[in-house]
């Protein structure tokens, strides 16, 4: 059986939720409730069988395997912005895909 993997969503929620510091302002910017960013904490868990991120004082701080999985993240998100890019239309109206 193949090895369960966390997806870009599990660790972009991860990252941000770092970053900002509360599910509410992570739910804010990625456009999805409380409870999802919750989710996806538990399930980045859950795959690596210990915590990736942990409450302490007020704030979230990363634990070793958490530290590699923020790296990770970021990649990830430095990736869909990319993306992103290159899917969005050109200032004159066409899309990179007229181009080809």
């Known amino acids: 059986m193949a090895r ?5 969503e599990n660790l972009l929620a ?3 939720l770092y ?8 739910a804010n910017i990625l456009g999805r409730d409380s409870d999802t ?8 868990r859950e795959v690596y069988g210990e915590n990736v991120l942990v409450y302490d ?5 990363a634990t070793p395997t ?8 970021r990649k990830a998100r430095a990736l869909n912005d990319d ?18």
């Open 19 to 26: 970053e900002v510091g509360s599910c509410g302002a992570a």
């Open 37 to 44: 960013v919750r989710y996806h904490l538990t399930a980045t």
């Open 66 to 73: 958490g530290l590699r999985v923020l790296e990770i993240a």
């Open 4 to 8: 369960k993997r966390a997806t870009t």
């Open 14 to 16: 991860v990252l941000t």
């Open 57 to 61: 004082h007020g704030r979230w701080e």
């Open 83 to 100: 993306l992103a890019e290159i899917d969005a239309p050109d200032p004159d109206g066409s899309s990179s895909e007229d181009a080809a």
